[in-house]
T-cell receptor
Framework: GESVGLHLPTLSVQEGDNSIINCAYS??????FIWYKQESGKGPQFIID?????DKRQGQRVTVLLNKTVKHLSLQIAATQPGDSAVYFC?????????????FGSGTKLNVKP | NAGVTQTPKFRVLKTGQSMTLLCAQD?????MYWYRQDPGMGLRLIHY???????AKGEVPDGYNVSRLKKQNFLLGLESAAPSQTSVYFC???????????FGPGTRLTVT
């Protein structure tokens, strides 16, 4: 996952706009990826996952895109709402490990302006 | 279902004191994990368990011990707290090694 030091990158969007949050992962052998949402003072919450045999997966208002060639993952949120304001981070896993070891990025802070 | 719960939510310790953080899950998950989250960094795995009675070290195990005496509970112990252990601690659980992890609400620990 990405390492961005002490300060998280921030994405500010207007309510109703679409948001795109990016994640560069490091291990070319990673084959399972998850996006988590973490609101202030709370634990991470699962949003959507994707396995490496897919390049796109859609959920409710969210889409994850996987580009294995450049080791890049993105999360698209449609019609962003104030309740979407949170830190979003990706997690990658190499399934050759049998204890479910994930590597977590430090995240991107999404600010939704009303 | 309550999911994954953690106690306490907040704690302040003095250097050298000990404490135990409790994690409980009611989803009958086999796997449980303890992570720490520090500013600007991703979650780092401290210890994990693949079933009742088993524990193993993660990436940052030093200064911590764990126990999984019951399937639903995973305890994280700090025998002699140090300021470097100031962090937010998250417990998580999963069905097995192939599925997503469900996280608790976290414990904010400050060591002075």
């Amino acid at each position: 996952g990405e390492s961005v030091g002490l300060h998280l990158p921030t994405l500010s969007v207007q309510e109703g706009d679409n948001s795109i949050i990016n994640c560069a992962y490091s291990n070319s052998a990673s084959d399972y990826f998850i996006w988590y949402k973490q609101e202030s003072g709370k634990g991470p919450q699962f949003i959507i996952d994707i396995r490496s045999n897919m390049d796109k997966r859609q959920g409710q208002r969210v889409t994850v895109l996987l580009n294995k060639t450049v080791k890049h993952l993105s999360l698209q949120i449609a019609a962003t709402q104030p309740g979407d304001s949170a830190v979003y981070f990706c997690a990658e896993k190499d399934s050759r490990y049998n204890f479910n070891k994930f590597y977590f990025g430090s995240g991107t802070k999404l600010n939704v302006k009303p | 279902n309550a999911g994954v719960t953690q106690t306490p939510k907040f704690r302040v310790l003095k250097t050298g004191q000990s404490m135990t953080l409790l994690c409980a899950q009611d989803m009958n998950h086999e796997y449980m994990y303890w992570y720490r989250q520090d500013p600007g960094m991703g979650l780092r795995l401290i210890h994990y368990s693949v079933g009742e009675g088993t524990t193993a070290k993660g990436e940052v195990p030093d200064g911590y011990n764990v126990s999984r005496l019951k399937k639903q509970n995973f305890l994280l112990g700090l025998e002699s707290a140090a300021p470097s252990q100031t962090s937010v601690y998250f417990c998580a659980s999963s069905w097995d090694s192939t599925t997503e992890q469900y996280f608790g609400p976290g414990t904010r620990l400050t060591v002075t």
